[in-house]
């Protein structure tokens, strides 16, 4: 009976845990709200575009698709400020199709991961979200300018 019980209790507890983990990991302290841009092309279009100026801006593909309407990027790992610290950039897009059939909404979130010592506390880093950033108009920007269409904010 006891080991049943225990069985029964070790599997909601671990039944719990990808929740929890989900909301610990995609919590970012002071998260702005995204950027939202519109574009006239259809969501595949967009997204095909918003792929190819991933490199353009210096960031690498990680996951996503067109058929998800999602787009995750990180940038490469950089010096920080001080002395044995680091900092990279992450990129979420998300792309919807406007009801009447115009266009494609784009949301962007970017955010910072800095890491203050990378010898003694590896994983470690503080991640805070970005906005009104120069990298938000230019990587809307090479969307436009892989559609063939001009951006403006």
Known sequence: MKLSFLFIFALVLVAGCEDISDTI????????????????????????????????????YVSGGPATGRLYAISDVSAGDSQGSSHQYTLTATFHALIDGSGTDVTL???EV??????????????AGLKDTALVNIYYRAIAQNLGLTYER
């Open 109 to 111: 979130n970017l955010t």
């Open 114 to 127: 800095i890491e203050a010592d990378t010898q003694k506390h590896q994983g470690m880093g503080t991640e």
């Open 25 to 60: 990991h995609n919590y970012v302290p002071n998260k702005p709200e995204p950027s939202v841009h519109v574009f006239n092309a259809d969501p595949r279009r967009t997204y095909a575009a918003a792929k190819t100026a991933l490199e353009q801006i210096g960031f690498h």
